[in-house]
């Protein structure tokens, strides 16, 4: 990124700190309530090993992975089995909506002499194999990431170690290949991420590669960094913007907002590593930068005026339309960890999972599983807590309705709100 570009980028992540600053305390958090939460229980019929989608809106699937089937399930309906699979199953990824969905599984596992082969299915939900395709796959070669396109279907494959995507569309033998950074002459190092953008039929990729020039040693790097893709589905690169980050940890593309959220490490000294996330638009115009964490988690409203940033350690809201920094919480204790975040409409505020994740029986567990939800000024207005230890994470989804569903291994919980 040019020097000015990054001057602009910085200048914004300090007009966040000095325009709309409030750090929250624990103190802070227990604030009045307001809202009476209660929680409903709905048992799955097997133990969850995958939530492949959740629905978000009336009408949509969930779709789910246990070790021997795809299962989905619609509003009203039983659940019903898509695919019997096994545990040669490896990535899902479900199309906006949950209308279509992604296996990629071994059919036959490589060894250091002999290649394998992967298998890529896609699926209708109602249960309808549209195609499979068989990939050659070479022993210690890192698995793609997969994505799907809603409107064809398409299955998009991207795969950091070459820096390429490939796109599959049902019908059609060969995918439409790309070669993202064809004009690096060296050996690469990658990583890349992937998602779709339903509203332009896009494809999103964020790849990072790191050049070394062999005749200078070593540690000599020509290049490095990240950029942004924009993809079309036939596979051609519509626009390309180099982003902040030169060490990437996260990625995600928000439908809702239409946002792009870029996690990256600055380093101002070897021993101490800086989280930032870098915001976008989803056509790539800058919005923000929030320092000191780790974006895994990401949701915002569809106004933009609040979104959240959340990794084990804290939750930061932010008023995007703003670039305000509204507030942050830290975990109050070293073991209790911030498992899932996301935004609610009415009233506006940000509802996070946090339990105590403890080791017991050479497994990690998720001790007093517990729902807050905050405000815009950082106050708590409502919580409650699960009656039983998870022993997998946890996802927190909010409904267009206004609710909260936690999908665990084995049960879906339902968290009403009054007030």
């Known amino acids: 990124m040019k020097s000015g570009a990054k001057q602009a980028f910085r200048f914004a992540g300090l007009a966040v700190v000095v325009l709309g600053l409030a750090f929250v305390t624990a103190h802070q958090l227990r604030g009045s309530k307001t809202l009476k939460l209660s929680v409903q229980v709905q048992t799955v019929p097997e133990r969850i ?12 699937p969930d779709v789910a992975a246990t070790r021997t089937r795809l299962l989905v399930h619609l509003p009203g309906k039983p659940w019903s089995t898509v695919s019997k699979i096994d545990s040669s199953a490896v990535k899902f990824s479900a199309s906006a909506g949950g209308e279509f969905v992604a296996v990629l599984r071994y059919a036959q596992r490589p060894h250091p002499e002999v290649p394998g082969t992967l298998l890529l299915e896609i699926y209708k939900a109602s249960g309808a194999l549209l195609d499979r395709w068989s990939l050659s796959w070479e022993y210690d070669r890192p698995l793609p990431a997969v994505a799907v396109f809603r409107e064809g279907p398409k299955v998009a494959l991207g795969w950091a170690d070459v820096g390429a995507v490939q796109i599959f569309t049902p019908g059609q033998t060969r995918p439409a290949t790309v070669d993202l950074f064809a004009e690096d002459e060296y050996g690469l190092e990658r990583s890349l991420y992937l998602a779709c953008d339903d509203s332009t039929n ?47 940890s996260a990625f995600h593309f928000d439908p809702v907002s239409r946002v792009i959220v870029v996690g990256g490490t600055d380093f101002p000294a070897p021993d101490r590593p800086l989280p930032f996330a870098e915001i976008r638009t989803a056509d790539g115009q800058a919005l923000t930068r929030v320092e000191h964490v780790t974006p895994e988690q990401f949701a915002s409203t569809a106004d933009r005026h609040l979104c959240v940033l959340a990794d084990p350690s804290r939750a930061v809201a932010v008023d995007l339309a703003q670039r305000l920094e509204l ?33 017991q029986n050479n497994r990690f567990v998720y001790s007093e599983p517990t729902v807050s939800v905050v405000d815009t000024k950082g106050h708590e207005i409502g919580s409650t807590s699960l009656p039983e230890t998870l022993t997998t994470r946890a ?25």
């Not at 200078?216 to 036939?234: I, M």
């Not at 942050?328 to 105590?356: G, Q």
């Not at 409904?399 to 665990?408: E, F, M, N, Q, V």
């Open 49 to 60: 090993q995958t939530w492949v989608y959740a629905a978000r809106n009336s009408g949509e």
């Open 395 to 419: 996802e927190l989804v909010a409904t267009a309705d206004g609710k909260l569903r936690i999908l665990t291994q084995n049960r879906i919980w339902t968290v009403l709100m009054a007030q």
């Open 327 to 359: 507030w942050r919480h830290t975990r109050e204790t070293e073991n209790r960890s911030i498992l899932d975040a996301t935004v609610l409409n009415s009233p506006a505020s940000v509802a996070f999972l946090s339990a105590d994740v403890l080791f």
């Open 202 to 248: 896009e494809l999103l990729v964020l790849a990072t590669r790191r050049a070394a020039n062999p005749t200078a040693g070593d540690t000599a790097e020509r290049s490095s960094g990240a950029a942004l893709f924009w993809l079309n589905p036939e596979g051609s690169i519509l626009r390309k913007l180099p982003v902040e980050a030169e060490a990437v």
